[in-house]
């Protein structure tokens, strides 16, 4: 399997309104996101369609409308994340993933598919230094 495209700050900020609201409109995430990220309409259109490019989002027709949905899940994404942070910081071992039981996008069941895929990925690479 391919490691995800990494998104930008401002691509994470889509991502999570996919993520907690599921499939919706251009129109529907400038509601959701105007406020936070200043975007006109056509900014938030443009940036769908460069997160479609790169294989973040996909999009379809319902009844004449275009709308998008995340392709890549969340744990996908913060897993491949708190990978690059490892790295960064030259840590030896899986990050905690418990550390972000206080988080308002993660749910226990996506806590413990991180940590199952943070110690996946630390199985990996201790065994490429073997």
Known sequence: MTEPTVPTDAELDVLKTFWRDG???????QTRIADGLG???????????????????????????AVYEATQPKVAVISGM???LSILLEIDGPLPAAAFSG???????DITALEQALAAEADKSDGEKA
């Open 82 to 84: 708190m990978k690059r």
């Open 23 to 29: 499939v919706l409109s251009s129109r529907e995430v």
């Open 103 to 109: 988080s308002q996008l993660l749910t226990a069941e």
């Open 39 to 65: 975007w006109t309409s056509s900014t938030t259109r443009t940036v769908l369609e460069r997160m479609r490019a790169k294989g973040l989002l996909a999009r379809r027709e319902v009844h004449g409308v």
